[in-house]
């Protein structure tokens, strides 16, 4: 358990980094305002959450990898040692983003729901929530590539 627990938050780990290119591609094509860990870090701060803060691109960075680590390790619990297919990684990284940008980003206040986003955004945010889903399956696939599949 403890070992599905550490390969899935360093996959979680390498997903992140892989959306992270995702995202900072769409904001550099100018899909996005600015990221969304900044936005939601920043409804955390005191000061407003409409005006940049100082330290929050720090924060922001080390919360999306914080976070992307932990739902990972949740997916290597849910692995169990096995080398999960990638279809299954994108399903659970779709999961997440449904529930974060239809759910709690939005009832914070931080953005508005998918539905009512603005179509760049939810291109970029969904393109990279994919890409972090494949990604960790296939992470979490090969450091368990030692292990014999179980089913």
């Given amino acids: 358990m403890i070992r599905d627990l ?3 938050g360093l996959g979680g780990v390498v997903a992140t980094a892989a959306m992270s290119v995702v995202m900072v591609a769409g904001d550099r094509a100018g899909l996005m305002r600015d990221q969304p860990p900044k936005r939601i870090i920043r409804a955390f701060l005191p000061g407003g959450r409409h ?3 100082p330290g929050e691109g720090v924060l922001a960075a080390v919360a999306h990898v914080g976070f992307g680590a932990a739902c990972g390790a949740l997916f290597g619990l849910l692995a169990r ?3 999960p297919p990638v279809p299954a990684g994108v399903g659970y990284g779709l999961a997440i983003w ?3 940008y239809q759910g709690w980003v939005p009832a914070l206040g931080v953005l508005p729901p998918i539905s009512r986003d603005r179509p760049g955004r939810v291109a970029v945010m969904g393109a990279g929530h ?7 399956a296939a992470a979490v696939g090969n450091l368990n590539r030692d292990r ?3 089913g």
């Fill in 130 to 136: 994919v890409v972090y889903g494949a990604a960790l």
């Fill in 81 to 83: 040692g096995r080398r």
């Fill in 148 to 150: 014999p599949d179980r």
């Fill in 98 to 100: 449904l529930a974060g």
């Fill in 51 to 53: 005006r940049p803060e």
């Fill in 6 to 8: 550490v390969r899935g």
